[in-house]
């Protein structure tokens, strides 16, 4: 099984974060193809960088349709996953879907910690579209650049840990989800730490991409 994860953004240290995360977390059998967007915005912040970055990860969708037999779109705002999934028969899902199906497994309800404030209703959009309102409880930003995760030594993981500890305090939910693809690297260290689900979202799509190419 070949699964292509592509980064709209045009950060390749994300992208390498994101393949290690999928590789880590997938089956024996199954490849990970792990793709930089060539025209995106070197990050997404919001609905304007969002639409900027559709063309390029479509391009990338119609270029590798017939080499792959699966696609995650592994930006968290799940960018263009409804016009992708128009462009092949292949299965294609976005890790904020899989993630939010993950965290609510066994009727769990949950908060999701992003990064900047401007991402909230986008997510939050989402949410309602899949039908999982009920299951999420908050959407909570930590005013963390996208960016700023890419950068070793900044104050980003600390931030986004405080954040984490108020929604625990304030929220009470039986899990949280990540809601960047550039937190791939911490759900299991923050697991630990607080003692509860953290759910990243390339790993959940893994799972949910694995599970639907078998079937």
Do not use: W
């Not at 996953?81 to 899902?93: I, N, Q």
């Amino acid at each position: 099984m070949r699964l292509c994860f592509i980064n709209p953004n045009s950060t390749a240290s994300m992208t390498d974060k994101i393949a290690a995360a999928a590789r880590a977390a997938a089956a024996p059998d199954t490849e990970i193809v792990a793709l930089t967007s060539r025209t995106g915005p070197a990050s997404i912040q919001g609905p304007e960088d969002g639409e900027a970055a559709v063309p390029g990860l479509l391009a990338l969708v119609a270029e590798h349709a017939d080499a792959v037999d699966g696609f995650a779109i592994a930006c968290f705002d799940d960018t263009g996953l409804f016009e992708a999934r128009r462009l092949t028969h292949k299965p294609v899902v976005g890790i904020g879907e899989a993630a939010f199906l993950e965290a609510r497994t066994g009727g769990r309800r949950f908060c999701v910690v992003t990064t900047l404030s401007v991402s909230i209703p986008v997510i939050q959009e989402n949410i309602e579209t899949y039908g999982l309102a009920a299951d999420c409880i908050k959407v909570r930003a930590s005013e963390v650049p996208v960016l700023a995760l890419e950068r070793e030594g900044s104050a980003a993981r600390e931030t986004v840990a405080e954040e984490i500890a108020q929604a625990l305090a304030e929220d009470r939910p039986d899990a949280i989800v990540l809601g960047c693809a550039g937190m791939a690297d911490l759900a299991q260290a923050y697991a630990a730490r607080f003692g509860l689900p953290v759910v990243d979202g390339v790993v959940a799509a893994v799972r949910l991409l694995e599970g639907r190419v078998r079937a």
